[in-house]
């Protein structure tokens, strides 16, 4: 069965590091994309950044970085130069093919940031 | 604001009750998912709709149903409420049904059964 972990339940980061968050991901698919969503104290949820698993190259968005290492399974997301309002919940997910042509979303447990100034 | 619109933001009803949860998707969007937020079961996926039918089913009660309109919009009905449905729901929706695009989500309903 698809499974998505997130080790780290909370972490805390000095404004303006850079800070890695964990994800490990357990599927037998060969095709599968990985995903990043913050999720503010508001509620919403906010795609960050999308990696395929046959992508050769990492993906990277503004300050968001994935770095992708598919025979060790993980997915950890890297923000660079933390920012007040990076505070947030964040979620690594992963879609695979659940039957037929159909892909679902299945989240890890969230990962809680806390950027000090 | 990623287009997807949901309403109502908030919604507090009594056990037994039904409520629907209504979605619209981005324009030009043929998919619509349902999650469900909860403190205990995390984030989860309940049901995907593609073009007004049924794809995929994911772990959805079933005191809940939900169906995707012509005009592309979607409602999800939550019935014989219980104390654990309590949760924040969220409606998602994407371009295709099956290829790997990302999933943009609304801002979610918060439901509270007292």
């Known amino acids: 069965a698809q499974k998505i972990t997130q080790t780290q339940p909370g972490m805390f980061v000095q404004e303006k590091e850079a800070v890695t968050l964990d994800c490990t991901y357990d599927t037998s698919d060969p095709s599968y994309g990985l995903f990043w969503y913050k999720q503010p104290s508001s509620g919403e949820m906010i795609f960050l950044i999308y990696?395929?698993?046959?992508?050769?190259q990492n993906a990277t968005e503004g300050r968001y970085s994935l770095n992708f290492q598919k025979a060790r399974k993980s997915a950890n997301l890297v923000i660079s130069a933390s920012q007040l309002g990076d505070s947030a919940m964040y979620f690594c997910?992963?879609?695979?093919?659940?039957?037929?042509?159909?892909?679902?979303?299945?989240f890890g447990s969230g990962t809680q940031l806390t950027v000090l100034p | 604001d990623s287009g997807v619109t949901q309403t109502p933001k908030h919604l507090i009803t009594a056990t037994g009750q039904r409520v629907t949860l209504r979605c619209s998707p981005r324009s030009g969007d043929l998919s619509v998912y349902w999650y469900q937020q909860s403190l205990d079961q995390g984030l989860q996926f309940l049901i995907q709709?593609?073009?007004?039918?049924?794809?995929a089913k994911g772990n959805i009660l079933e005191r809940f149903s939900a169906q995707q309109f012509p005009d592309l919009h979607s409602e999800l009905n939550l019935s014989s409420l219980e104390l654990g449905d309590s949760a924040l729901y969220f409606c998602?929706?994407?371009?295709?049904?099956?290829?790997?695009?990302?999933?943009?989500f609304g801002p979610g309903t918060r439901l509270l059964v007292l």
């Open positions: 998602a929706s994407s371009s295709t049904a099956g290829g790997w695009e990302t999933q943009y």
């Open positions: 709709y593609y073009n007004g039918e049924e794809r």
């Open positions: 997910a992963m879609r695979w093919i659940s039957s037929g042509s159909a892909r679902q979303l299945t």
């Open positions: 990696q395929g698993s046959y992508d050769q």
